[in-house]
């Protein structure tokens, strides 16, 4: 392979890799501070990008300028649904069960509203077609905006996560639930906060996403399984691991489509799946640990 | 008094009932079923086929309707899948029990859903199916409404020996139509002096095609073709600009001929699509069912339409010339069909493959579709070869 297109390639994951791992963290954030593996989180992606779509062709406002929005409103989809749904389920043996059945039932009705309300069709928004030429390397325009705004939103997270009392709550129910309450943290109310923000995260990457692909109604599940896949191979609960899986994803991906073909390729997630929990079941964080 | 109108009101509820009903019995309308994909990848091109058959539906009862029974179109979605489209149809004939059947969207819907319509003895015309396959298997009931693949691109490759193109790079969705137009290609090249350089094929669904192009790029063809539908044909088209692909010519089979590949903006400008009818054309009733179908549904038709509602005319055709909902008769007359559609010729072999209907090439200029080939119907020159990305808005 030419040393040029080894860099080309390497360039094509790597923008794809930011938009998975912010696709990644809502999930990642929701299952390790709840438990919960939410299979709504692609539909929520789908929702936002249609939101930005729809905004975007009727009164054609950057899609970036509508960042804010997409979060907005699948924070506060994440928040009732929480609130209202999720929070009820009981809390016992069986909570893991029905909180899968929950969210797959929230995945159906997200998914028919959207089909309610924009049709069945597939859309793009097309913001800044063609790229930027970079010492011979084609830096897809799309791509590497959504792929910086990405990083600045990933940072954000994390400086919150970090820094801040709600952050430090989140962390701490994520760490150890009794523990947390025992201090005196509200623990429904970091659940609410925490599935309410995972949602937003996914209504980011939504906006992030349909600036770069064709998005649909029924395409959810596949970025579910994505930033699942994500998820996994970095190590629930862990940030740069979250974010080491996605470039690895997105890295894959391109070479395998290069390389061997588009139907291998659109499969590497579920093969990098087995292989990481086969060899590494922490996923990439648990070889640091080790 | 309270009462009094109270006896009143069911007296009248039951006379209502007992005349509806009676006028039921007189009239059952003749039932038309078809699947079509409401959801999914193929619903773009999928609609305009529907709205198609519901515009024929609808000025047929307006003329009195079928053997002197109303017409009512039973549909249900698809969802692009072929397995759910079989199931769809065993529904149709065996619990809706309707009199006739018509094709769904697209070659793979229809190949599964042939199966069901030969079991069943239920002649179908498949408007949407433009893979000959599904016609070569000996099947007795199952016609071909649609332009056979191989032809799609013939406009492509005619323009492309007249600019003395030679090398091409073709991408495919590996479904049967797109697969068919890639198989049909590979074979004439040869007489066009062009030689395939590239020929691979994409999961339905894919997004990314940056790895692909990536590749083209590498072998710099003059010509890509996208055997695509909507989505992806949008999808490979923006990423060749993103990834630098610079083609002199791009054509894509399905997606360009629709409206909505307008949605490109600029980046549409220069695209070839192949095109199987167009309003300008002067088949038989084209005005009329242009202007109508404005009216029905406030937007203008695409090819699918026509050839949806160009086989309800053959299936309409058939059944007055038969003159009962005998099958057998049916397919019999169907396959002895030639008739002027507004779709154009129709005219099935031995097998039910078509045979009369042609195509055409159009491209996007400033905006617009432009059909540019074959002279008889063009309206206005093509414009090659395309200029590089990189000079262009």
């Given at each position: 392979?030419?040393?040029?297109?080894?860099?080309?390639?390497?360039?094509?994951?790597?923008?794809?890799?930011?938009?998975?791992?912010?696709?990644?963290?809502?999930?990642?954030?929701?299952?390790?501070?709840?438990?919960?593996?939410?299979?709504?989180?692609?539909?929520?992606?789908?929702?936002?990008?249609?939101?930005?779509?729809?905004?975007?062709?009727?009164?054609?406002?950057?899609?970036?300028?509508?960042?804010?929005?997409?979060?907005?409103?699948?924070?506060?989809?994440?928040?009732?649904?929480?609130?209202?749904?999720?929070?009820?389920?009981?809390?016992?043996?069986?909570?893991?069960?029905?909180?899968?059945?929950?969210?797959?039932?929230?995945?159906?009705?997200?998914?028919?509203?959207?089909?309610?309300?924009?049709?069945?069709?597939?859309?793009?928004?097309?913001?800044?077609?063609?790229?930027?030429?970079?010492?011979?390397?084609?830096?897809?325009?799309?791509?590497?905006?959504?792929?910086?705004?990405?990083?600045?939103?990933?940072?954000?997270?994390?400086?919150?996560?970090?820094?801040?009392?709600?952050?430090?709550?989140?962390?701490?129910?994520?760490?150890?639930?009794?523990?947390?309450?025992?201090?005196?943290?509200?623990?429904?109310?970091?659940q609410i906060a925490s599935f309410a923000l995972g949602a937003g995260l996914a209504g980011a990457a939504g906006v992030l996403l349909v600036m770069i692909f064709a998005i649909s109604p029924s395409m959810g599940s596949g970025y579910t399984i994505r930033s699942f896949a994500v998820t996994v191979i970095g190590g629930l609960g862990s940030f740069p691991g979250a974010l080491c899986g996605a470039m690895i994803l997105g890295l894959a991906e391109v070479f395998t489509g290069y390389m061997v073909s588009a139907q291998v390729a659109n499969g590497v997630a579920f093969i990098l799946f087995l292989v990481v929990l086969l060899v590494l079941p922490q996923g990439l964080s648990g070889m640091f640990r080790r | 008094m309270g009462r009094n109108v109270r006896i009143l009101l069911v007296a009248a509820v039951a006379l209502l009932m007992v005349s509806g009903s009676a006028v039921a019995a007189e009239k059952k309308p003749i039932l038309i079923g078809t699947s079509v994909s409401l959801s999914g990848s193929y619903a773009a091109s999928a609609k305009y086929g529907l709205e198609g058959y519901q515009l024929f539906v609808e000025q047929l009862n307006k003329r009195g309707g079928l053997l002197g029974r109303p017409v009512k179109l039973v549909y249900y979605d698809d969802r692009?899948?072929?397995?759910?489209?079989?199931?769809?149809?065993?529904?149709?004939?065996?619990?809706?029990?309707?009199?006739?059947?018509?094709?769904?969207?697209?070659?793979?819907?229809?190949?599964?859903?042939?199966?069901?319509?030969?079991?069943?003895?239920?002649?179908?015309?498949?408007?949407?199916?433009?893979?000959?396959?599904?016609?070569?298997?000996?099947?007795?009931?199952?016609?071909?409404?649609?332009?056979?693949?191989?032809?799609?691109?013939?406009?492509?490759?005619?323009?492309?020996?007249?600019?003395?193109?030679?090398?091409?790079?073709?991408?495919?969705?590996?479904?049967?139509?797109?697969?068919?137009?890639?198989?049909?290609?590979?074979?004439?090249?040869?007489?066009?002096?062009?030689?395939?350089?590239?020929?691979?094929?994409?999961?339905?669904?894919?997004?990314?095609?940056?790895?692909?192009?990536?590749?083209?790029?590498?072998?710099?063809?003059?010509?890509?073709?996208?055997?695509?539908?909507?989505?992806?044909?949008?999808?490979?088209?923006?990423?060749?600009?993103?990834?630098?692909?610079?083609?002199?010519?791009?054509?894509?089979?399905?997606?360009?001929?629709e409206p909505e590949f307008g949605n490109l903006g600029s980046t549409a400008n220069y695209i070839f699509g192949a095109t199987q009818w167009a309003a300008n054309m002067k088949t038989k009733g084209n005005p009329e069912f242009v202007k109508a179908y404005k009216a029905m549904f406030g937007r203008n038709p695409d090819y699918h339409s026509a050839a949806n509602y160009g086989a309800m005319q053959v299936l309409d055709a058939a059944v007055k010339q038969v003159g009962s909902l005998d099958q057998n008769k049916i397919a019999a007359a169907i396959s002895k069909t030639e008739m002027d559609t507004v779709y154009g010729h129709f005219k099935v072999d031995g097998r039910g493959v078509q045979v009369g209907y042609a195509s055409a090439l159009l491209q996007w200029q400033n905006g617009k579709q432009v059909v540019v080939w074959p002279a008889a119907v063009a309206q206005g020159k093509a414009i090659l070869p395309t200029p590089p990305w990189s000079q262009r808005k």
């Open positions: 392979m030419d040393f040029s297109i080894f860099l080309q390639l390497v360039v094509n994951g790597l923008l794809v890799g930011g938009v998975y791992g912010l696709m990644s963290l809502g999930i990642n954030l929701v299952w390790g501070v709840m438990g919960v593996i939410n299979l709504a989180h692609g539909d929520l992606i789908m929702a936002a990008g249609f939101l930005t779509f729809w905004i975007f062709t009727q009164w054609h406002v950057n899609p970036l300028l509508l960042l804010p929005a997409g979060m907005a409103m699948t924070f506060v989809v994440g928040m009732l649904s929480q609130r209202f749904l999720l929070g009820r389920l009981p809390q016992d043996r069986g909570a893991i069960k029905s909180s899968l059945l929950m969210t797959f039932g929230i995945s159906y009705v997200v998914i028919n509203l959207a089909q309610l309300l924009w049709g069945n069709e597939f859309q793009t928004v097309t913001y800044l077609a063609g790229s930027w030429t970079l010492g011979g390397l084609d830096f897809a325009k799309a791509r590497t905006v959504a792929f910086l705004a990405a990083g600045v939103i990933t940072t954000f997270l994390w400086l919150f996560l970090q820094y801040t009392n709600q952050g430090r709550a989140i962390r701490a129910v994520s760490q150890n639930r009794d523990g947390a309450s025992v201090c005196g943290v509200d623990n429904g109310r970091i | 692009s899948d072929a397995n759910t489209g079989v199931q769809l149809y065993e529904k149709l004939i065996t619990a809706d029990k309707v009199d006739l059947i018509v094709g769904p969207y697209s070659s793979g819907v229809t190949s599964a859903v042939s199966t069901v319509a030969e079991k069943h003895k239920m002649a179908m015309i498949g408007p949407e199916a433009a893979d000959a396959k599904i016609y070569m298997r000996g099947y007795k009931y199952n016609f071909q409404g649609q332009t056979q693949a191989g032809r799609y691109m013939l406009g492509a490759l005619a323009l492309a020996k007249a600019h003395g193109y030679k090398t091409m790079a073709m991408l495919a969705e590996d479904t049967a139509f797109p697969k068919a137009v890639s198989e049909e290609v590979v074979k004439v090249v040869p007489e066009y002096g062009v030689k395939i350089v590239f020929n691979q094929t994409y999961p339905k669904g894919a997004a990314d095609f940056s790895a692909l192009l990536t590749k083209v790029k590498q072998l710099n063809p003059d010509i890509v073709f996208a055997n695509s539908y909507l989505p992806d044909g949008q999808g490979i088209i923006r990423q060749s600009r993103e990834q630098g692909v610079d083609a002199k010519m791009f054509a894509v089979a399905v997606g360009a001929a």
